[in-house]
C-alpha cells in the first residue's frame, strides 16, 4: 500500500468528484450560519439550503465536494488520551441534492478506495442497514465478497435528524486493520475494522407516526476523517502519528526538551498541546474570541488545556505562538484565514497566555485557602476539585498532585459527579453533530421560505416599489388577513425594505393600499432570504395575495446609511492608527447612532482616538464616491478587499469603495458620497470583553445635536465661573488649586484640634495589672481615619508603650478602636479580642489583629457602655 501525504490524500479526494461533475467549495466556517449550533461540526453543515431546495445548485453540477473544518469539544477530556479523539479535524464529503443517488456514490467510493488510494481490496468492509437490500446488490455488484458485507440495525446504520425529519439509511466502509488489533467484526468496539467513510442515502421524511415518506429528491451526504485517511495511507496506529499532527508534536519535542513515545504522561501532553493548538488557531481566525460563554468559553478552556500541559513539560513562558507558525505552513495554503488574521491570531493567543498565567496563581490561592484547616488524611470536596478544573483551569491530577503534598486525598467520585452534570448540560445546550441542524428547519417562515422562495429586495435602488402579499403571519400562523389594529408579518415578493442584518437594523415605513395603511415598525429575516416586515393596520384591512406600494422612511434610511459608511471610514481609521490586526467583531448601525465592535489588546487612548476621528473626517471631507459591485469571493479577496471578522460569505458578494481608503465586503445600505456623512464625533470607547473594544460615534444630524447639547452644558459652566466658554477650562484649574490649599489648611487645623484633644485624652491613662498604661476615652467626631491618627499621637506622647480603647461617632455612626504597642501585646493587650468584646454595645461588629481592631456600629447610644465594657475587661 503505497504512503500518502495529508494534503495528497485532500487535493487526490476533491480533484476526483470535480471529474465526476461536483462542485468544488470552500470550507465553512467554524462559525455555522445556524443558531442550533455552537460550532461546524460536519461538512453537510453549509448545504442545509440545497438540500431543503430554498438555494439550488447550478444544473452544470451534479452536486459538491468539500474539505471542511470542524471542531467537536463534546468530550474534550478524553481528547489526547486515545489516538482517534481530535477536537479539530477536516472531514472530506461530497453531496448530492437530488441528482445521484446510492448506486453512483456507492461506486465512486469504491473506485476512490482502491484504484486513487489503491487500499487491497480484500482488507475492505462494508456495512448496510438491516433492511437495505439494495444497497447490498449494489456492493455485490461492484466486486465486494458477500462476507464483507454486515447488516446492522438502526442504532449504527439509520441515519435521522430527529424524531421527524430527513432521515435515511446509510452505509459505512471500514479498513481492517490487522490481527494485531482487537475486533472480530466491523461495527464493534475493537479498533481493528476502522470505520473511514460514511454514505448517507437521505431519501425519507419520517413521520410523527413512524411512518417513512419518500423525500421529492433522494440527496447523498458523506463524510470521510482526513486525519484517519491519512493514519491508514501512513500506516501508523494513532492520528496523532500522521504526518501533520506529527510535524505538531515535534514542537512540542523542541519547546520542552520531551522525547515523544518515552513518557506517557509528556505523551498526553504533547498530543493535546498539538491538537488543541490547531482549534485555538482556526476558531480565532474564524472571529471567535475568548469568553466566558458559548464558543467563546470554548476557546478558552481548549487554550487553558493546552497551557497547562504547556507548563507540565515544563515550557515556560508563552509557546503557543510557535505552533500557530507551524500550523500556517502545513495549512496555510489550503485555509488562507489563518494567514489573512496572522497578526490577530498571534495578539489573541499571547494575551490569553498571559492572562491565565495570573488566572493560575488565583487557582493556586483558592486551593492553598481550601486545605488550609484540612488536617493530614482529610478528603478535599468534589465539588471543590470541580471548581478548581471549571474556573481556573486545574486538571484533578494536578490537584491530587498537590494535595497530597499535605497528605489529603480528594472525592474523585464527587469530582466525576459535577463533571457529568457538565457534561450533560453541554450536550442539551449544544446540538454536537451535524445531522441535529436539521431539526430546526420547519415552522411557518421556513415553510414560507421553501413554498415562495427568497424575498426580492429592491432597496439598494428605490425606496418605494410595487408587491404582490405574499402571506400575513400572526401569532406565529399564518391568517388570510389582517385588520385595524392588528399586529403581525407581512410578507411581501418584492420589497424595498433592508432587513436586520449585519449591525444595521430594519427600515421602518408604510405599506398601503385601497382602503388600507399598515405602519411598518420593523423588518427582519427570521429565515434567510424571507424578508418579513413586522407590521401594524393603523386602518382598513390588508389580506394575502393584495397589491400593494411598500414605501421606506426616506429620512430614517439616510441616516442608517450614514452611519453604516460611517463605520466602514472607522474600520479603515482604526486599522491605520492601531494596526492590522483591527478586526469588526460586531457592530450596531441605527439612524441615531452608531456603535463598532472591534479587536484590540489595550485602551485606545486619548491621541489615537483624536487621530482615528481626524483621519475619518479627513475621508468625509474629501467627498468621495462610494462604488458598489458585485464579484466573486475570490476575485474580493485576491484583490485585497477587507472581510468582516467571522462573516460568511457566498460565492458572489458585494463590494462597497470609498475610494481607495476603504474596501469592504457588505450587503448593507450606504451613501453614494462620503460628504453625505457631514461630520463623524467618536462620543465614547470602552472594553466589552478581553481583546474587544467598543468605540460608539454619532454623525450627521445626530453628530450636530451632540455638538450643540455640548457647547450647552458649556456655557452654563461658563456662566457660574463668570467666564468666557474658551476660559471655562483655565478658570476650573485655578479654582481647583484654590480649593485643595482649603482643604489642606482644613486638614492641618482638624489634626491640631484632634491633638489639643488628645492631650485631654492622656489624663485618662491608667496602668493594667500588667504593667502596661492604657487610654480609655472618645474622641469627638472622629471617623475611623481620625481614630487611628488620635492612636498615633497618644502613642508618640506616651511616657512608656502602652494601648488605647477609643470611641468615636461621626454622621451618626458609632466607631471603636483599640490598638497596642508591641510591648502591651507581649504583656497580654488583644484588641481583636476587646473589639469582638465590645462591639455588641453598638449593635456592630469587626475585628483586626492583636496589635490593632476596629469595629463599626448602628447605636452610637451604646458608645459609653462599651467602654466601660473596655475598662472592666481590662481591669481598669
Known amino acids: 500500500m503505497k504512503y500518502m501525504t495529508t494534503a495528497e490524500i485532500r487535493e487526490?479526494?476533491?480533484?476526483?468528484?470535480?471529474?465526476?461533475?461536483?462542485?468544488?467549495?470552500?470550507?465553512?466556517?467554524?462559525?455555522?450560519?445556524?443558531?442550533?449550533?455552537?460550532?461546524?461540526?460536519?461538512?453537510?453543515?453549509?448545504?442545509?439550503?440545497?438540500?431543503?431546495?430554498?438555494?439550488?445548485?447550478?444544473?452544470?453540477?451534479?452536486?459538491?465536494?468539500?474539505?471542511q473544518k470542524c471542531v467537536r469539544t463534546n468530550d474534550i477530556d478524553i481528547i489526547g488520551t486515545t489516538g482517534?479523539?481530535?477536537?479539530?479535524?477536516?472531514?472530506?464529503?461530497?453531496?448530492?441534492?437530488?441528482?445521484?443517488?446510492?448506486?453512483?456514490?456507492?461506486?465512486?467510493?469504491?473506485?476512490?478506495?482502491?484504484?486513487?488510494?489503491?487500499?487491497?481490496?480484500?482488507?475492505?468492509?462494508?456495512?448496510?442497514?438491516?433492511?437495505?437490500?439494495?444497497?447490498?446488490?449494489?456492493?455485490?455488484?461492484?466486486?465486494?465478497?458477500?462476507?464483507h458485507i454486515t447488516r446492522l440495525g438502526e442504532?449504527?446504520?439509520?441515519?435521522?435528524?430527529?424524531?421527524?425529519?430527513p432521515c435515511g439509511p446509510c452505509s459505512e466502509i471500514y479498513f481492517d486493520q490487522g490481527?494485531?488489533?482487537?475486533?472480530?467484526?466491523?461495527?464493534?468496539?475493537?479498533?481493528?475494522?476502522?470505520?473511514?467513510?460514511?454514505?448517507?442515502f437521505t431519501q425519507f421524511d419520517g413521520q410523527e407516526d413512524g411512518t417513512l415518506a419518500p423525500l421529492p429528491t433522494k440527496n447523498i451526504d458523506t463524510g470521510m476523517g482526513l486525519e484517519r485517511m491519512a493514519a491508514i495511507m501512513q500506516g501508523?496506529?494513532?492520528?496523532?502519528?500522521?504526518?501533520?499532527?506529527?510535524?505538531?508534536?515535534?514542537?512540542?519535542?523542541?519547546?520542552?526538551?520531551?522525547?515523544?513515545?518515552?513518557?506517557?504522561?509528556?505523551?498526553?501532553?504533547?498530543?493535546?498541546?498539538?491538537?488543541?493548538?490547531?482549534?485555538?488557531?482556526f476558531m480565532i481566525?474564524?472571529?471567535?474570541?475568548?469568553?466566558?460563554?458559548?464558543?467563546?468559553?470554548?476557546?478558552?478552556?481548549?487554550?487553558?488545556?493546552?497551557?497547562?500541559?504547556?507548563?507540565?513539560?515544563?515550557?515556560?513562558?508563552?509557546?503557543?505562538?510557535?505552533?500557530?507558525?507551524?500550523?500556517?505552513?502545513?495549512m496555510g495554503h489550503v485555509y488562507p484565514e489563518v494567514v489573512d488574521n496572522r497578526e490577530l491570531v498571534e495578539r489573541v493567543i499571547l494575551s490569553e497566555e498571559e492572562r491565565f498565567g495570573a488566572t493560575l496563581r488565583q487557582g493556586q490561592a483558592y486551593l492553598a485557602d481550601a486545605l488550609a484547616d484540612m488536617a493530614p488524611g482529610s478528603v478535599l470536596d468534589g465539588k471543590a476539585a470541580f471548581t478548581l478544573h471549571d474556573t481556573y483551569g486545574f486538571p484533578v491530577e494536578l490537584t491530587e498532585e498537590i494535595c497530597a503534598e499535605s497528605g489529603i486525598s480528594i472525592d474523585r467520585d464527587g469530582f466525576e459527579a459535577n463533571m457529568e452534570q457538565q457534561r450533560n448540560r453541554a450536550r442539551a445546550a449544544n446540538t454536537k453533530d451535524a445531522e441535529a441542524a436539521w431539526s430546526t428547519f420547519g415552522g411557518v417562515y421556513a415553510d414560507l421560505l421553501k413554498q415562495n422562495g427568497p424575498t426580492k429586495f429592491v432597496g439598494y435602488g428605490t425606496l418605494e416599489s410595487v408587491a404582490k402579499v405574499v402571506a400575513l403571519v400572526k401569532d406565529g400562523a399564518l391568517v388570510p388577513s389582517l385588520s385595524e389594529g392588528d399586529e403581525g408579518d407581512v410578507v411581501l415578493d418584492v420589497t424595498p425594505f433592508y432587513a436586520e442584518m449585519g449591525g444595521e437594523v430594519g427600515d421602518t415605513g408604510v405599506i398601503s393600499c385601497e382602503g388600507a395603511r399598515i405602519e411598518v415598525l420593523d423588518t427582519r429575516a427570521p429565515e434567510k432570504g424571507l424578508v418579513c416586515h413586522k407590521a401594524r393596520v393603523a386602518s382598513g384591512e390588508i389580506a394575502t395575495g393584495a397589491q400593494v406600494t411598500a414605501s421606506v422612511d426616506v429620512m430614517r434610511r439616510a441616516r442608517i446609511t450614514r452611519n453604516h459608511t460611517a463605520t466602514h471610514l472607522l474600520h479603515a481609521a482604526l486599522r491605520e492608527v492601531l494596526g492590522d490586526h483591527v478586526n469588526q467583531a460586531g457592530s450596531y448601525v441605527g439612524p441615531d447612532r452608531l456603535r463598532f465592535d472591534f479587536t484590540h489588546f489595550s485602551a485606545v487612548s486619548p491621541d489615537e482616538i483624536g487621530r482615528i476621528e481626524a483621519r475619518t473626517n479627513e475621508i468625509v471631507m474629501q467627498a468621495i464616491p462610494t462604488t458598489i459591485y458585485e464579484t466573486s469571493l475570490d476575485e474580493a479577496r485576491a484583490s485585497g478587499v477587507t472581510g468582516l471578522f467571522g462573516e460568511k460569505y457566498g460565492e458572489v458578494v458585494r463590494v462597497v469603495e470609498a475610494g481607495a481608503f476603504s474596501r469592504e465586503l457588505c450587503g448593507g445600505c450606504h451613501v453614494s458620497n462620503t460628504s453625505e456623512i457631514g461630520l463623524v464625533k467618536i462620543v465614547g470607547e470602552s472594553s466589552v470583553g478581553a481583546n474587544v473594544r467598543r468605540i460608539e460615534a454619532v454623525t450627521s444630524f445626530a453628530a450636530l445635536e451632540y455638538l450643540n447639547t455640548c457647547e450647552a452644558q458649556l456655557k452654563a459652566v461658563a456662566d457660574r465661573l463668570k467666564a468666557q466658554p474658551l476660559e471655562a477650562?483655565?478658570?476650573?484649574?485655578?479654582?481647583?488649586?484654590?480649593?485643595?490649599?482649603?482643604?489642606?489648611?482644613?486638614?492641618?487645623?482638624?489634626?491640631?484640634?484632634?491633638a489639643d484633644g488628645v492631650a485631654g485624652l492622656l489624663e485618662q491613662m491608667r496602668d493594667t495589672a500588667a504593667g502596661y498604661p492604657v487610654v480609655v476615652g472618645t474622641v469627638e467626631g472622629a471617623d475611623s481615619s481620625s481614630m487611628r491618627n488620635a492612636w498615633d499621637i497618644l502613642r508618640s506622647r506616651m511616657e512608656r508603650p502602652g494601648a488605647v480603647v477609643l470611641a468615636g461617632e461621626s454622621g451618626g455612626k458609632p466607631v471603636l478602636l483599640a490598638a497596642g504597642t508591641d510591648e502591651a501585646v507581649a504583656a497580654g493587650f488583644d484588641a481583636g479580642a476587646v473589639i469582638k468584646a465590645i462591639s455588641p454595645a453598638i449593635k456592630g461588629g469587626g475585628g483586626g489583629k492583636a496589635s490593632m481592631a476596629q469595629a463599626g456600629g448602628k447605636d452610637a447610644s451604646g458608645l459609653d457602655e462599651a467602654l466601660q465594657q473596655a475598662r472592666a475587661m481590662l481591669g481598669l
Open 155 to 165: 442504532d449504527d446504520n439509520f441515519w435521522r435528524a430527529g424524531p421527524t425529519g
Open 729 to 754: 477650562a483655565e478658570r476650573v484649574a485655578v479654582n481647583l488649586k484654590a480649593l485643595k490649599e482649603l482643604q489642606a489648611e482644613a486638614k492641618r487645623t482638624k489634626q491640631n484640634a484632634a
Open 179 to 200: 490481527p494485531d488489533f482487537e475486533g472480530e467484526k466491523p461495527g464493534d468496539d475493537g479498533d481493528r475494522f476502522l470505520e473511514y467513510w460514511n454514505c448517507v
Open 12 to 67: 487526490k479526494y476533491l480533484q476526483f468528484f470535480e471529474a465526476k461533475g461536483c462542485k468544488r467549495m470552500p470550507s465553512s466556517s467554524l462559525i455555522p450560519d445556524d443558531p442550533s449550533l455552537l460550532l461546524t461540526s460536519a461538512g453537510m453543515v453549509q448545504f442545509k439550503p440545497y438540500f431543503l431546495h430554498v438555494k439550488e445548485l447550478d444544473p452544470q453540477y451534479t452536486g459538491t465536494t468539500t474539505v
Open 84 to 147: 482517534r479523539h481530535l477536537s479539530f479535524f477536516e472531514m472530506l464529503g461530497n453531496f448530492s441534492f437530488g441528482a445521484y443517488f446510492k448506486k453512483e456514490m456507492c461506486a465512486w467510493a469504491y473506485e476512490f478506495s482502491t484504484e486513487v488510494l489503491e487500499l487491497p481490496k480484500e482488507r475492505l468492509y462494508f456495512t448496510v442497514y438491516l433492511d437495505d437490500d439494495e444497497t447490498i446488490e449494489i456492493w455485490k455488484s461492484l466486486g465486494v465478497p458477500e462476507d
Open 285 to 330: 481566525a474564524d472571529g471567535i474570541l475568548p469568553s466566558n460563554e458559548g464558543r467563546g468559553y470554548v476557546l478558552r478552556r481548549l487554550l487553558r488545556r493546552a497551557v497547562l500541559h504547556g507548563h507540565k513539560l515544563g515550557i515556560e513562558g508563552p509557546f503557543l505562538g510557535a505552533c500557530f507558525e507551524e500550523i500556517i505552513k502545513l
Open 236 to 281: 501508523v496506529q494513532s492520528n496523532y502519528e500522521t504526518d501533520v499532527m506529527r510535524d505538531l508534536i515535534s514542537v512540542g519535542e523542541r519547546l520542552s526538551g520531551k522525547v515523544y513515545k518515552q513518557d506517557a504522561a509528556s505523551d498526553l501532553s504533547l498530543r493535546i498541546i498539538a491538537d488543541h493548538s490547531r482549534s485555538v488557531s
